[in-house]
Each structure stands twice: as C-alpha cells, then as structure tokens.
C-alpha cells in the first residue's frame, strides 16, 4: 500500500461537521484555503510586507485578516465559508479560523480582485490553532473544495501562553525575530529553561536573501545569553554585517530566523565550541561573501 492509501484514522472534514451547524454540512459551499505566500512582493492594501503568513497571522491579527479579505473576483462565488489555515513546514498545514463569508465588494484599486466581507465563526473558535493538516501534493493550490479529504497529523495545544509555539526540540527550532522578543519579554516561558540548560551552534537566515550566519555559545548561561543579545540589539547582536542590514532599516530584523544546529554541553570549552563552529561555517560556506554574513 502507497502513502497516497495509507487509512486516514480521522480527517479534518470529520471533526468540523461534527461541529457546524445544518449550512456548514453543505460541503458545496465549503472551500478550505491554505496560506503559505513566498512571492517576493506581497502587499495588504497596497502595504508590502516580508514576514511569513504564520508571523502575520500571529503578530498582526487585523492585517492577516485584510489579506484573507483580498480575493480574485468569482474564486469563491457560491461559497458560503472559508476554512483557513497557515501553512507551516512541508505540506503541513494549520488550522486558524472558520470564516463565514458575508459579502463580495469590487477592489478599489485592483481590477479583478473583490474584497470578502468575512466574520469568523464562533463554534469552531476553540479549535483555532490546535489542528495540524497534510495539505497533501498539490500544496501550489491554495485552495480546495471541502469535499477533499484532509488527514488530522495532530491535535496540540496550540501556540503556548503568550502566543509562542511549544518548544519540541532544540533541532525543532526555527523563531522569528517577533517570536525571539516574545521570550524574552516573557523570561517565565518554558524557553528560558530549555535555551538556558544547552550551548550551541546556530544559524541565523536571512529569509530576504538567502545568506546564513553561523554562530557558537560557550557560557554559563547557555543559548539564551547569547540570543539575549540579538534582543537587546534589535537583531544583530554585535555581527558587523548583521549591524549594517539593521542601521540601513530598523525593521529588517523581521526578515531573520534563528536556529539551532547542534546543541553543546553547558559546559563546553570555548575552543571546542568554536572548532564546531568553524566546521558548521565550512558546510554553509558562510565565510563566502556571496553566501553568508561571517566575516572569519
């Protein structure tokens, strides 16, 4: 049996028909929708932004919203409701909200486009953020007919306490500049202790254009200290070329993402901790000016 067969124990259309009301089951006038933007140019009302659709969804509520609302004229004519979810890594895909569509204006500046007058639904509100999908191969469509069967990957607790995902593992992480300040604006976070127990190696990525810096830590306080520079220092945390990026555009920082490479022992030499760093520097060719940010 091929992957494409394998049982499904329960789907996504299972659990919401559970829940919605006698017009929700009509699944005609359903359509699932999965946001993963990696256009370079994208816009909300004609407003560019760079994060990801997950950091927009999470940060800047109202302004996902908006790029939910903006729709070509006639994709959803006939339907009823949008079933939306964020993508996240590989086919994944999770569920943020249930929108009823109340209207379909004309775009004031776009011809072709509409704008849906959208009301989230509240019977399904409970299950926002909860439930992972595979969105399965045809992840460049981004939309889907209700009636195509989704599997359930998991159902968690969503994004943790102040609106942080859960830490699974160190070579799990993968955080935003939006998510970096979060922990470190909330230090009771379950974060602070697991960053602070390890030392590193990590990378950050610059998402805008490609290039990778690779760093180690090698004290008392683990990850954590370090990155708590990049915090304090709106991103750059005293790289030379990270700082350039930052004193051209104060923002650009929402273009990083942190991760974790290999974890070391809290007590790890400081020679040991670099020589990991300068193998992991020679893998990524991050010494490369062409390819990333380290300078030695």
């Not at 370090?226 to 070329?241: D, L, Q, S």
């Not at 992991?280 to 380290?294: H, P, Q």
């Amino acid at each position: 049996m091929n992957k494409q067969q394998r049982p499904t124990i329960v789907t996504i259309q299972t659990i919401l028909r559970g829940i919605g009301n006698e017009d929700f089951n009509n699944s005609n006038a359903i359509k699932m929708v999965r946001h993963a933007d990696n256009r370079k140019d994208r816009e909300i009302d004609g407003v560019p932004f760079s994060c990801s659709l997950l950091d927009l969804y999470r940060y800047e509520r109202e302004n996902f919203v908006r790029y939910q609302s903006e729709q070509p004229t006639g994709r959803f004519d006939n339907t009823e409701y949008l079933v939306v979810f964020v993508g996240e890594k590989g086919t994944k895909a999770r569920l943020v909200a249930v929108y009823k569509i109340l209207s379909s204006v004309p775009h004031p500046r776009k011809p072709g486009e509409c704008i849906l007058q959208l009301e989230e639904v509240e019977d399904f509100k409970f299950l926002s953020e909860r439930i992972v999908i595979d969105w399965g191969g045809g992840v460049a469509k981004y939309y889907h007919d209700f009636k195509i069967e989704k599997p359930v990957i998991r159902i968690d607790e969503g994004f943790d306490e102040y609106g942080l995902p859960k830490f699974v593992s160190y070579r799990d992480t993968i955080m935003s500049y939006g998510d970096l300040k979060l922990i470190f604006e909330h230090p009771d976070c379950e974060w602070k202790g697991m960053l602070s127990a390890v030392n590193g190696i990590y990378m950050i990525k610059d998402k805008n254009n490609g290039r990778e810096y690779v760093g180690s830590t090698y004290n008392r306080d683990g990850i954590w200290g370090r990155w708590k520079t990049y915090f304090e220092t709106a991103g750059h945390g005293g790289n030379a070329k990270l700082e350039e990026k930052i004193t051209e555009d104060p923002t650009y920082a929402k273009n990083f993402q942190w991760i974790i490479l290999e974890e070391l022992p809290i007590n790890v030499s400081e020679q040991e901790a670099v020589r990991r760093e300068n193998l992991y520097k020679d893998k990524f060719m991050t010494r490369n000016k062409n390819f990333g940010y380290n300078k030695n």
